[in-house]
């Protein structure tokens, strides 16, 4: 799918909260017009409503790609404005949680091209990934189209089938919330051995921010990462002594917290 193809045939994105105007600001800078662009959104921000595009007005009748960006509770109301669409060569490209491309097929069409896709918050600082999986309906050139349009927030990942979402939801779609904790309870450790709470909270969020960074740009796994900082009876390996215990540090922890985020996908996916 060509930009100029999706310029002329519009791009329709319903449900814009945070995660749909992380992606249309990306499109915006990457170049495409926003008289493009139709938006559906019941509560639109200031921000939304600067941007020029159609908003809360009638769709265009074939457009090349709509956006399915709405809370997984609100699809049943949602869903049903864009089952006119379903009948053309219209790319539905989900974002809702839990919600399966079956599902989808059920009220917009059992032969129209959906793709599911998991991306995660990061993609408000471009920093984003996400996660794609399409059905048979879906051609290489959508699943290709479905890349770029994402990349506009971070990087992507295709998916081998549709049942590995629920991993992904558990891994990527939860995990930001997880560094987010692990940042809180890292500077409240400072805070616990004197630190003042702005100067704990300070390098407990450029330590992570820095780490991450670093793990991403690095030839080494994060394995010797790890031991690269960490000297034989030094202070990180006392740290780290306690954190990788096999019952009672972040091992068990961590598979338990990506297991409970995983079940409870599946459970969504199950009504």
């Known amino acids: 799918m060509e930009k100029t193809e999706l310029a002329e045939r519009g791009l329709v994105l319903l449900g814009c909260g945070k995660m749909g105007s992380a992606m249309l600001e990306g499109w915006l800078a990457r170049g495409l017009p926003a008289a493009s662009v139709w938006v559906i959104d019941p509560k639109p921000s200031d921000w939304l409503k600067a941007r020029q595009t159609h908003l809360n007005i009638d769709l265009p009748p074939d457009p090349a790609v709509v956006l399915i960006a709405v809370k997984p509770q609100m699809m049943g109301e949602a869903l049903p404005q864009l089952q006119a669409l379903g009948s053309g060569d ?5 974002i809702a949680a839990g919600t399966t491309i079956d599902t989808l097929a059920a009220t ?3 032969d129209a091209p959906i793709i599911r896709a998991m991306p995660n918050t990061p993609a408000a600082v ?17 699943m290709q189209a479905t890349e770029d349009l994402l990349s506009a927030i971070g990087d992507v990942v295709r998916l081998e089938g549709e049942e590995q979402m629920d991993a992904v939801t558990g891994v990527s779609g939860s995990g930001p919330a997880y560094v987010f904790h692990m940042i809180e309870c890292l500077a409240a450790a400072g805070e616990a051995q004197g630190l003042a709470p702005a100067l704990a909270m300070q390098l407990a969020q450029a330590t992570v921010a820095g780490a991450g960074a670093l793990a991403m740009q690095s030839d080494d796994s994060a ?10 009876n030094g202070t990180t390996q006392a740290g780290l002594e306690v954190l990788m215990d096999d019952k009672a540090g972040l091992p068990p922890l961590m598979r338990a917290t990506v297991a409970a985020a995983a079940d409870r996908s599946r459970e969504l996916a199950n009504g």
């Open 223 to 232: 394995a010797q990462l790890r031991r690269n900082v960490t000297s034989p």
């Open 90 to 94: 219209t790319l539905f490209v989900s």
């Open 126 to 142: 471009g920093r984003g990934i996400s996660a794609i999986i399409g059905n048979p309906h879906a051609t290489e050139a959508q």
């Open 108 to 110: 917009l069409g059992r």
